[in-house]
């Protein structure tokens, strides 16, 4: 700021619209505007204060939270009481270099993993909030990699984010808790399994396959027969991971009132391969859906012994030519395959 005038002493004299600006120049100094933002603000009339001030409270906000992040992890690292200078420096440069945004993405990848295979604890919140905002998608991986080595110390942080306004990061989370298989994790889950999200849902039923706990199976249960093709195939998966202790639970479904829930039930007892749904399998051949119909003899010809065979032959008799023609083709590769014909 220069002044208006001089004193014969060469001294500054400034005029009181000199000292207006030189308070507003202050004033806007304390929120943090640089000189030159200022000098934009006050005389080019193009400069929107409010974008400026915007911005600024936008960066505020951004380092308080980081400064409370490093509050909380400068408070687990002193409640590590053999925690040194050298441990402490390493953790907050490691830190540090993973929650900069403009930083190298192949440094982030080391930090996550130097983090992860020493399962710093103290690190944590830092990982998780990277985990969830991270847009790489290998810096993101390392990064649930180093989440899960964490163990079931992660899911007080976890879990409460399934219920982030983000699809996205309830994504994240599902797919962290899939990796982790950890049984406390099973309620959480079990709602994921509703929502809205198809994608989410999807991916928490995998979650729930990789659990195979009868919680799970319960959970699982309940959602056969999705109109999606891409989740009912997840379903299956799932369900053919927890194995044999699905098939009753199965077999029950194949009396729901759905078509769709009792083809899928059909399809998956084919998959596990047990001969204990052979008999259930066999009804169903009779039912008023062709699909159920497919799908029940479809499952046959994937089990073994002469049960299914004789269920396969009386399909053969079924109204629908094209059901014929599937249970004939079925029951020439049994005979092709002496094994499957053990009882």
């Not at 052979?278 to 497919?294: I, N, T």
């Not at 799908?295 to 053969?316: E, H």
């Not at 092709?336 to 053990?342: D, E, G, H, I, N």
């Given at each position: 700021?220069?002044?208006?005038?001089?004193?014969?002493?060469?001294?500054?004299?400034?005029?009181?619209?000199?000292?207006?600006?030189?308070?507003?120049?202050?004033?806007?100094?304390?929120?943090?505007?640089?000189?030159?933002?200022?000098?934009?603000?006050?005389?080019?009339?193009?400069?929107?204060?409010?974008?400026?001030?915007?911005?600024?409270?936008?960066?505020?906000?951004?380092?308080?939270?980081?400064?409370?992040?490093?509050?909380?992890?400068?408070?687990?690292?002193?409640?590590?009481?053999?925690?040194?200078?050298?441990?402490?420096?390493?953790?907050?440069?490691?830190?540090?270099?993973?929650?900069?945004?403009?930083?190298?993405?192949?440094?982030?990848?080391?930090?996550?993993?130097?983090?992860?295979?020493?399962?710093?604890?103290?690190a944590l919140p830092v990982l998780i909030e990277q985990l969830i905002t991270e847009p790489d998608f290998f810096v993101r991986e390392t990064l649930t990699w180093a989440v899960v080595r964490m163990g079931a110390a992660v899911l007080p942080a976890l879990l409460p984010l399934l219920e982030h306004a983000d699809p996205a990061v309830r994504l994240q989370v599902v797919h962290t808790l899939s990796k982790l298989s950890e049984p406390r994790a099973t309620a959480a889950l079990l709602l994921a399994v509703q929502d809205p999200d198809a994608e989410v849902a999807r991916r928490a039923v995998f979650a729930l396959g990789q659990l195979?706990?009868?919680?799970?199976?319960?959970?699982?249960?309940?959602?056969?027969?999705?109109?999606?093709?891409?989740?009912?195939?997840?379903?299956?998966?799932?369900?053919?991971?927890?194995?044999?202790?699905?098939?009753?639970?199965?077999?029950?479904?194949?009396?729901?009132?759905?078509?769709?829930?009792?083809?899928?039930?059909?399809?998956?007892?084919?998959?596990?391969?047990?001969?204990?749904?052979?008999?259930?399998?066999?009804?169903?051949?009779?039912?008023?859906?062709?699909?159920?119909?497919?799908?029940?003899?479809?499952?046959?010809?994937?089990?073994?012994?002469?049960?299914?065979?004789?269920?396969?032959?009386?399909?053969?008799?079924?109204?629908?030519?094209?059901?014929?023609?599937?249970?004939?083709?079925?029951?020439?590769?049994?005979?092709?395959?002496?094994?499957?014909?053990?009882?």
């Amino acid at each position: 700021m220069t002044a208006t005038e001089r004193t014969e002493a060469a001294y500054r004299r400034y005029s009181p619209d000199d000292l207006t600006r030189l308070l507003q120049i202050r004033s806007l100094k304390t929120l943090g505007l640089s000189l030159e933002e200022i000098g934009r603000a006050l005389d080019d009339p193009a400069c929107d204060v409010k974008t400026v001030l915007a911005q600024h409270l936008a960066a505020a906000r951004l380092r308080l939270q980081r400064d409370q992040a490093l509050v909380t992890q400068l408070q687990r690292l002193q409640n590590r009481s053999e925690t040194g200078w050298a441990e402490l420096a390493e953790v907050i440069e490691l830190m540090q270099t993973l929650a900069d945004p403009q930083g190298d993405k192949n440094a982030r990848i080391r930090s996550a993993f130097s983090l992860g295979a020493a399962a710093r604890q103290e690190a944590l919140p830092v990982l998780i909030e990277q985990l969830i905002t991270e847009p790489d998608f290998f810096v993101r991986e390392t990064l649930t990699w180093a989440v899960v080595r964490m163990g079931a110390a992660v899911l007080p942080a976890l879990l409460p984010l399934l219920e982030h306004a983000d699809p996205a990061v309830r994504l994240q989370v599902v797919h962290t808790l899939s990796k982790l298989s950890e049984p406390r994790a099973t309620a959480a889950l079990l709602l994921a399994v509703q929502d809205p999200d198809a994608e989410v849902a999807r991916r928490a039923v995998f979650a729930l396959g990789q659990l195979g706990s009868s919680e799970a199976l319960g959970g699982l249960i309940a959602v056969l027969g999705q109109p999606s093709a891409q989740h009912r195939q997840s379903l299956n998966t799932a369900l053919v991971q927890v194995g044999s202790a699905a098939v009753p639970a199965l077999i029950e479904a194949l009396d729901q009132p759905s078509a769709l829930v009792r083809a899928q039930a059909a399809d998956i007892l084919g998959l596990i391969g047990s001969g204990e749904a052979v008999p259930a399998l066999a009804d169903l051949l009779g039912d008023g859906d062709w699909e159920v119909r497919f799908a029940a003899l479809s499952a046959l010809g994937q089990l073994a012994g002469q049960a299914a065979q004789r269920a396969l032959s009386l399909a053969v008799q079924d109204p629908d030519a094209r059901l014929r023609a599937v249970a004939i083709r079925l029951l020439a590769d049994a005979e092709r395959a002496p094994s499957r014909q053990l009882a």
